[in-house]
Antibody, heavy 120, light 110 residues
Framework: QLQLRESGPGLVKPSETLSLTCSVSGDSISDFNYSWVWIRQSPGRGLEWLGHVYYGGSTHYNPSHKSRVTISTDTSKTEFSLKVKSVTAADTATYFC????????????WGQGTAVRVSS | QSVLTQPPSASGTPGQRVTISCSGTDSNLGSNTVNWYQQLPGTAPKLLINTNNQRPSGVPDRFSGSKSGTSASLAISGLQSDDESLYFCSTWDDLLNGPVFGTGTQVTVL
């Protein structure tokens, strides 16, 4: 059974880069039927899509964050990562990785989420 | 930055039917199918309804979804205490060229 697990620091200083990894177990991310997504959730902004990475490495980002966000996969295709540069307090949120099914058009598997706080 | 509008709360007594609305625009709900998610406190969202009205395996048939034009709704019949949770809708937005989410509705079982 596919499982996703986020990992990374829970505290990041303002202006630094937030880096998170999503480890995928139970399946490969080398599958055209899915895309691999980062979503964040905060009390003030609700749920917010940050971007996708597809098999082959192509990416698609939320235009609101495109200049600061990078999503990539590793060469072994068992994890994908998120980087958000120049963070501010507004980037404080719970970050989720998820799988989006092309067929369903829905996020059918989610990680448990990891809380990130931006503070000096 | 939630694009889809939901009522912040809904409630009912055990056994009752509760309906949650989700309102969007032509570029999102008006053009694409809707999905619904359930999020228990401190946990990840769980896919509850996909493609307007399809229940993934394991989701009770007490949950049902519908969509018409730029609006969608989730109905919970035979309300149970375990249904007390946050529910939110989601769809694709053609202008954003990405997924958008609802503001979320907290369901309380009285």
């Amino acid at each position: 059974q596919l499982q996703l697990r986020e990992s990374g620091p829970g505290l990041v200083k303002p202006s630094e880069t937030l880096s998170l990894t999503c480890s995928v177990s139970g399946d490969s991310i080398s599958d055209f039927n899915y895309s691999w997504v980062w979503i964040r959730q905060s009390p003030g902004r609700g749920l917010e899509w940050l971007g996708h990475v597809y098999y082959g490495g192509s990416t698609h980002y939320n235009p609101s964050h495109k200049s600061r966000v990078t999503i990539s996969t590793d060469t072994s295709k068992t994890e994908f990562s998120l980087k958000v540069k120049s963070v501010t307090a507004a980037d404080t949120a719970t970050y989720f990785c998820a799988r989006r099914s092309v067929r369903l058009g829905a996020f059918d598997v989610w990680g448990q989420g990891t809380a990130v706080r931006v503070s000096s | 930055q939630s694009v889809l509008t939901q009522p912040p709360s809904a409630s009912g007594t055990p056994g009752q039917r509760v309906t949650i609305s989700c309102s969007g625009t032509d570029s999102n709900l008006g053009s694409n199918t809707v999905n619904w998610y359930q999020q228990l406190p401190g946990t990840a969202p769980k896919l509850l309804i996909n493609t307007n009205n399809q229940r993934p395996s394991g989701v009770p048939d007490r949950f049902s979804g519908s969509k018409s034009g730029t609006s969608a709704s989730l109905a919970i019949s035979g309300l149970q205490s375990d249904d007390e949770s946050l529910y939110f809708c989601s769809t694709w937005d053609d202008l954003l060229n990405g997924p958008v989410f609802g503001t979320g509705t907290q369901v309380t079982v009285l």
